[in-house]
């Protein structure tokens, strides 16, 4: 079956970095496009980045270009997120997706998510 497992998330204070890792399984990951959406307590989940299946294409939240990068290794099935210059509203618990379509049938996986606190 799908598994997303996400791992890195924990508390920094603001200005610091974390590195955010997602290891896959159950599918073939080396096709598959993958995100990474963040949900802070009382606001809707939101996209962060999306990187294409060889890694050749990304795409940011606006308000994140800059400071996140997202990066996959296909040989070890792992999505990663590196986020640089946190600030304390990048609080929130994060989610690794995975989502892709066959034949019109939509699969839309999650990780069980991460939390990155951004305090002092």
């Known amino acids: 079956q799908v598994q997303l497992v996400e791992s890195g998330g924990g508390l920094v204070q603001p200005g610091g970095s974390l590195r955010l890792s997602c290891a896959a399984s159950?599918?073939?990951?080396?096709?598959?496009?993958m995100s990474w959406y963040r949900q802070a307590p009382g606001k809707e989940r939101e996209l962060v980045a999306t990187?294409?299946?060889?890694?050749?294409?990304?795409n940011y939240a606006d308000s994140l270009k800059g400071r996140f990068t997202i990066s996959r290794d296909n040989a070890k099935n792992t999505v990663y997120l590196q986020m640089n210059s946190l600030k304390p509203e990048d609080t929130a618990v994060y989610y690794c997706?995975?989502?892709?379509?066959?034949?019109?049938?939509?699969?839309?996986?999650w990780g069980q998510g991460t939390q990155v606190t951004v305090s002092s």
């Open positions: 997706n995975a989502l892709w379509v066959i034949l019109g049938y939509t699969y839309d996986y």
């Open positions: 159950g599918f073939t990951f080396s096709k598959t496009a």
């Open positions: 990187i294409s299946s060889g890694g050749g294409s990304t």
